[in-house]
């Protein structure tokens, strides 16, 4: 074998080599190019779901906020109309109490101690009629507070 074949083997083989590896980087170039776009797929549809679920768990909180709300509505409307009946009974409580002493008066007698006992107990029937409102008022708003706190815990989890 003379040196010119020598020679020209180790430049076909060097010319392999080159060209193996120019084709081999082109080819992890591709593969890395591959592999981060897909990576920047998988990436894209984790940040879909990820919103979705937000979106999803946003709504279940804000419909239990309406529910809450609306709740909240019906307990004032009902201490409104709670309230409007106390005062009735107060107003029946206290023409009860001015009939027993205009038909007293009329029949120039002071009040009786029967009279002034019923008197008096009908001004504790209202006094604890109106406790009663006010315990009843504070019963519903935590009731309505417990519901909206179990509707958002069952939503969230």
């Known amino acids: 074998m003379s040196i010119k074949s020598a020679l020209a083997g180790a430049a076909v083989l060097a010319a392999l080599f080159l060209w193996g590896a120019l084709y081999g980087q082109g080819q992890y170039r591709k593969g890395y190019e591959l592999a981060r776009a897909e990576t920047r797929a998988a990436q894209l549809q984790a940040e879909v779901r990820a919103r979705l679920i937000e979106q999803r768990l946003q709504k279940e909180v804000e419909d239990v906020r309406v529910t809450y709300q609306t709740q909240l509505d019906a307990a004032q409307r009902a201490a409104v109309a709670v309230r409007a009946d106390l005062d009735g009974l107060r107003g029946k409580l206290a023409a009860a109490n001015d009939r027993v002493a205009a038909q007293a008066a009329r029949a120039g007698q002071t ?38 706190l179990q509707g958002y815990v069952f939503n969230v989890r």
Do not use: K
Not at 119 to 141: F, I, K, N
């Open 111 to 148: 009040l009786d101690a029967n009279a002034r006992i019923a008197s008096e107990l009908r001004h504790v029937v209202g006094l604890c009629a109106e406790r009663y409102t006010e315990m009843a008022s504070v019963a519903d708003g935590y009731r309505s507070a417990l519901g909206g």
